[in-house]
């Protein structure tokens, strides 16, 4: 390929499935020995992983990002994701710029930042395209957000501005994909949809054939190709992004059969501002293990295990803990001597007091008390990954101030997690994806939950799932999509010569 390629993936919604068509993308190019990185402008996600800078030092970017990363073989960039928001509230986020908090920005406000961070966002595109041979970069929700359009970062403001083909993603899944395909490429401006150069629909169930005829019309209305029907697969569910995935009671992966005579069921509290959700993911692998996403108290009646994630707004957070009866139902689960985990933001709530000088601005609460300590928020944020005997990595404002708990486990000669009985607490995300640690932990839960048939299976890999799950998208792409007719469009010096320029009359 072409050195300096790009190629714009975007999607008709959220969760439509860009983030796992641009992972695919890096993983094909990548077997193929070809020289590729992802790149997504602008993320709105409490997901996110801890990268570093060319000095080493660590920052966030968004979970996908490094998903994608690892698909295309190379290790987190804050590059790979320059700006970062990560809500609080229903109006405002907190603004990562190139991996460092810079501030928290009210959704109207956001304008006033655009030209500085458009900067940021077309250097390190720059950057990247001058050292890679091809940058598959992913857009933001739906192009189609007009409204937003004079402050937009990562669709079609960075399309234009890079001068980007883009193809647009679709999910049948959800019903009404070839209107919104086609209403995504009609509310756009003359000069955005010069560069929609065609589409993929994402999650098809069924006989393809019966597709075909609305694929004709599509193409005839638009003047454009639709490059692939990607059929949807049960294993593509880990490192899972967007909330709008996170229903509550819903199940987290297939569950597998046990290997033992009794199955463990695991009660994951779904946060209003639930943070790195992706941690229960390791638990989902375990065959046996039934891990459910839950919301109201009653959830918890037959729960072997309840685990509280981490969260964007951990007061705010215990504060509905509170209200929907969760905080009872948690504490009388921990006083059955049955086991609870919490993840940061979760453990934080675990503990007797909170004083939240940063995401609540001075705010001080009783915490659940299940956890002898206290938590003091620190305006600067903790970021750091652990990669020893133990594995994780840490993203907070909260420190531990005081506490009188036995350590769980340790790390760089500190202890890292804390617990008294069946309750334990950690800071560490992606503790679990440490297979013998997770699987010594969940014995011991089984045997607290009174289920001592449940066993471990012995092979079970994390790591492994994860990559073969890239594979698994990288192989679908192979078999459903034109590939040579999608890299070709990054495949130029000039990508706008390559694209298609019909345009589709505009809404009234």
Known sequence: MTPGGALLVAGTTSDAGKSMVVAGLCRVLARKGIRVAPFKAQNMSNNSAVAVDSEGVGGEIGRAQAMQAR????????????????????RTSQLVVRGRVVGTVAAGDYIAHREALAGVVAEDLAALRSEYDVVICEGVGSPAEINL??????????????????????????????????????????EDQALIAGFIINKFRGDPALLEPGLAQLAALTGRPTYGVLPYSDELWLDTEDSLSLRAGEIVGPPAPPRGGQILR??????????????????????????????????????????????????????????????????????????????????????????????????????????DADIVFDTEKTLRNWDGELSGYEIHHGQVSRTGESGWFEAGGQVQGYRRGAVFGTHWHGLLDNDVFRREWLTEAALAAGRPRFEVAPDVSVPARRDAQLDV????????????????????????????????????
């Open 71 to 90: 698909a295309a073989g190379l290790a987190p960039s804050i590059r790979f994701n320059p700006v970062l928001l990560k809500p609080g509230s229903d």
């Open 149 to 190: 359009r004079a402050t937009d970062l990562a669709n079609m403001g960075l399309a234009r501005a890079a001068d980007l083909p883009v193809v647009v993603v679709g999910d049948i899944d959800r019903g009404g994909v070839l209107a919104h395909l086609f209403g995504t490429v009609a509310v756009l401006a003359p």
């Open 266 to 371: 695991v009660a994951a509290v779904r946060l209003p501002r639930i943070s790195n959700s992706t941690d229960v993911e390791a638990l989902a692998c375990e065959p046996g293990v039934v891990v459910r996403w839950i919301s109201e108290a009653g959830d918890l009646a037959d729960a072997d295990v309840v685990v509280i994630p981490g969260s964007k707004a951990t007061v705010a957070d215990l504060a509905w803990l509170r209200e929907r009866g969760l905080a009872d139902a948690v504490t009388a689960h921990a006083r059955a001597g049955k086991v609870v985990l919490g993840v940061c933001g979760g453990f934080q709530m675990l503990c007797r007091r909170i004083d939240d000088a940063v995401e609540s601005r001075g705010v001080k609460v009783d915490g659940l008390g299940l956890l």
């Open 473 to 508: 998208m990288a192989d679908l792409l192979t078999a459903h999509l034109d590939l040579d007719a999608v890299l070709a469009l990054a495949d130029s010096p000039s990508p706008s010569a390559a694209v298609i320029t019909t345009a589709v009359g505009r809404l009234p």
